[in-house]
């Protein structure tokens, strides 16, 4: 037995993956929450991989000024950017005004196209304020929501 950690009772329950973190969920509690479930002999492994993860990517902070001053340099519009990356003109200008942050698939894409790199692969994606540690097994998914509501 061991102490979901969602209703915090002593019950029988499985890993499961909730925003990004492996967390112990009892049957009741898991229906509610978006969850992938990690199967026990998986466990350690998706444990090192999300700790990598920490560090792994993020979008640069000043990503919107980048894709428009290397795009006006090449003399490409923002219509056919939007065009040759398969997105719409209205996606693409938000994404230029900072209005709306790419997401990995679309800065890749822009970022091939370009020739630039809107990912940073060193950064911490957790400030040690959000830092999460995996290994607890008494962190609450309230905490979990409240340390990953602004990654999304
Ligand atoms: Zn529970």
Aim: aromatic share 6%; hydrophobic share 25%; proline share 3%.
């Amino acid at each position: 037995m061991e102490i979901c950690n969602s209703c915090n009772k002593e019950k029988q329950t499985k890993k499961y993956i909730l925003n990004g973190t492996i967390t112990n969920l009892c049957e009741e509690c898991s229906k509610g929450e978006n969850v992938i479930e990690v199967k026990p002999d998986k466990v350690e492994e998706k444990i090192s991989k999300l700790e990598k993860e920490e560090y792994n990517e993020m979008i640069i902070p000043n990503y919107y000024d980048l894709i428009k001053n290397v795009r006006e340099r090449k003399g490409i519009s923002t219509g056919n950017l939007a065009r040759e990356i398969g997105e719409s003109v209205r996606e693409m200008q938000d994404i230029e005004e900072g209005r709306k942050k790419p997401t990995f698939v679309q800065a890749k894409k822009i970022g091939k196209y370009l020739g630039i790199s809107l990912i940073d692969k060193y950064r911490k994606l957790f400030s040690d304020k959000q830092k999460i540690d995996f290994r607890n097994p008494n962190i609450r998914i309230k905490d979990l929501k409240e340390k990953t509501k602004d990654l999304k």
